[in-house]
């Protein structure tokens, strides 16, 4: 199995470095042989803030991280960065979970290849 960490770190909107690594994850975790993990840290912890509503037919961070999710990607968000940011544990949306440093350096042992946006 081909083993891939995606750490992001922007925000879900305003910049669309998030939007470009989903969309990346969520086509290599349809592929069959393919393990997917995302990290997310800094300012994009709050891409896993559940409820987002955006106007219509503007892309949603939040569906692209559920589809990822559903596909078997493992979704970690920093746990030092929603405390940072105040989101509480119960705020992360379904198909995430809080995480640590310690994850992210377990999951880059893990993964073959790393790709930081």
């Not at 770190?9 to 994850?25: I, K």
């Not at 509480?88 to 640590?100: F, I, N, P, V």
């Amino acid at each position: 199995m081909a083993k891939t960490l995606f750490v992001l770190n922007d925000p879900p909107y305003g910049t669309e470095r998030s939007y470009n690594a989903l969309r990346l994850a969520g086509s290599l975790a349809k592929r069959d042989g393919e393990g997917v993990k995302v990290f997310l840290i800094g300012d994009a912890a709050s891409c896993a803030k559940g409820q987002h509503k955006v106007p219509q037919g503007y892309y949603n961070i939040e569906v692209m991280l559920r589809a990822v999710a559903k596909r078997g990607g493992e979704i970690g968000v920093c746990g030092t960065c929603i405390d940072a940011r105040g989101i509480a544990d119960d705020e992360l949306m379904e198909g995430t979970h809080r995480s640590s440093l310690e994850q992210l350096t377990e999951w880059t042992q893990w993964a073959e290849k790393t790709l930081v946006f």
